[in-house]
Each structure stands twice: as C-alpha cells, then as structure tokens.
C-alpha cells in the first residue's frame, strides 16, 4: 500500500485508525484558526480535513447533518429561532432550513475560511446559504451566546470540532450557562458529542456539565458515521423541558426529502446501549 494515496486518521489512544483512499490532495493552508486541507478521494467525493481531523466528506456526510437537526427540531414543539454553533460546511444550516416553522437561522462559525472551501468544494451543502431565513456570522460562537440576550433563541445546534483549539471553550460548564440563559422557555442544545465507544469519559463530563448548567433533561442520540473515529457517532440533547416524547406525527408527515433520517431511524436512535444506561442512570 502505497501511503501517499491513501489520508488517514489515527486515534492513538484507541489504537485506531481510518483511511481513505485518495487520488488527490486539491487545497491545503493554515487559515487563522486551524489547518484545512481538501481532499479528493477515490470513493467518497471530497474530504474536509481539519488540524488532521476529518470532518466532512461528500459521500456520507448526511449521517451526520441530519442526525444534528431534525430529531431536535422535530422534538422542540415550535422551533422559529436556531443558532448552529461552528457548523461552517453549511451542511446542518440547510437541512435546519428544511423545516417551515424555522423564521431565522444563524450559523457562527468562528473561520470564514471553512464556509469559503465549502462553497467551492462541497456547493450542494451550502445551497441554502441565500435563504432569506439564512444568517452567517464569522465569530466565535462562544463570544455569541454569552452576549446575547434572555429568551434570543429555541435551539443552539453545537456543530464543533473536537474539544481542542477554539472548541475546546465549546464543551464547557460556563457555555452551557450562558446556552441556558439565552435560550426560550422550551430551548434546547443539541451537541455533537463523539463516539460512545471512545469517548466516554468526554460524554460524562458533558453531561455533568449540561446538567450542572441548568439543563434537568438530557438525552444522547446514536447513528453511524463511518468517517469519524470507531464509525458510531452521538449528539447529546438538552433541554429545559421534557425530551421523552417528540412530535411523531410532524415527523411522519416530514415535507421534504432526507437520505438517513425517518421517524423510525429517530425512534432508533434514542435507544440507549446497556453500557450507557448503566453508567448514566443515577
Ligand atoms: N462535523 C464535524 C465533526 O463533528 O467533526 C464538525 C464540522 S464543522 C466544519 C466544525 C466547525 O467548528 C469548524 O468549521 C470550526 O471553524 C468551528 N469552530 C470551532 N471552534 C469554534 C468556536 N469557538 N466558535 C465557532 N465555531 C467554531
């Protein structure tokens, strides 16, 4: 095997890997921020690759984009406002813009970098990116939430890079608080929060800290995401209203077209694995 065709992705601490085969490397450059580089590969479209992460591929990015967005949507019982924290492929900002009931989404992506690669390699990702409804900001989203004011917004979609460089202030108790103090009476937070099989130690502290916040419900949502480390991704909800039930009948119903995402997939998902049952059940 010949190393120079092939990105991969280790995950020492796991003893893990992932690798892609690629034909080529089409961009690469140190923005502000992060280290970004674009990859062309032999069987999944393009590949985003940040600080030697990968976060976004053409091939099976709607795992993901869906997963963040609609069993949040579908579950707050009236989402009109919605912040997407990072999120800069656009990709969750179009499927958030999917639903009717949404008036105004913002997504602040604090590397306008992201969003520019984005538009060139990943285009149908951003093809909501001039819905009126449609807002992008270029800031640090944790400057965002702790400026704005009471009642500003339904749902915060937190979709951020892992917990290192400027997301590292993304997974923390004092963000949670001021998530809590901007979000409407129903609010809800949905993050991504990695991989149950790695991760768990990370999971834990993120949930001590949503519930520390304020947040008295929590719910972690599971789905496949081949890309990322161990291939089994989560995003944790929460919420300062129930989250056991979400509107079905809306979701049943859904107007517009999703390649993953169905009422049965979301009923699915909110299974929860004997391990985690037993380490989050107080
Ligand atoms: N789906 C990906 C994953 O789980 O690996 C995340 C993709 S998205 C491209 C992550 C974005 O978070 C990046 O564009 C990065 O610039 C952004 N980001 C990181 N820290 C941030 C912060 N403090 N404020 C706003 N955006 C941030």
Not at 151 to 158: E, F, G, K, Q, R
Not at 191 to 220: P, V
Request: proline letters at 5%; charged letters at 20%.
């Amino acid at each position: 095997m010949n190393p120079s065709q092939w990105f991969t992705e280790q995950v020492p601490a796991a003893g893990s890997a992932f690798s892609l085969k690629i034909k080529q490397k089409v961009h690469e450059e140190q923005s502000e921020f992060q280290h970004l580089e674009i990859y062309e590969t032999e069987t999944f479209g393009y590949l985003m690759v940040i600080d030697g992460c990968t976060m976004v591929s053409t091939r099976d990015n709607f795992f993901y984009h869906e997963m963040m967005s609609h069993p949040a949507l579908y579950t707050h019982p009236n989402p009109k406002r919605v912040w997407i924290i990072g999120g800069g492929d656009c990709g969750t900002l179009r499927e958030v813009l999917k639903h009717d009931s949404v008036e105004h989404a913002v997504q602040i992506d604090i590397d306008e970098r992201v969003t520019r690669l984005a538009e060139i390699y990943f285009p149908e990702l951003c093809a909501s990116n001039n819905d009126p409804r449609a807002d992008l900001k270029f800031i640090d989203g944790i400057k965002w939430v702790k400026d704005a004011a009471p009642n500003s917004v339904d749902i915060i979609i937190v979709d951020s890079t892992d917990p290192i460089g400027p997301a590292l202030g993304l997974f923390s108790e004092d963000f949670y608080r001021d998530c809590y103090n901007c979000l409407s009476e129903n609010g809800m937070i949905v993050q991504q929060s990695e991989s149950a099989l790695f991760n768990m130690t990370l999971i834990g502290e993120m949930r001590d800290a949503m519930s520390a916040s304020g947040f008295n419900h929590l719910q972690t949502l599971f789905f496949p995401q081949c890309l990322y480390p161990s291939g089994w991704w989560s995003a944790t909800l929460a919420s300062k209203t129930d989250l056991s039930t979400f509107r079905e009948q809306d979701s049943t119903d859904k107007p517009f077209e999703t390649i993953y995402y169905n009422i049965d997939i979301h009923k699915a998902s909110l299974a929860q694995p004997e391990f985690f049952k037993k380490a989050f059940t107080k």
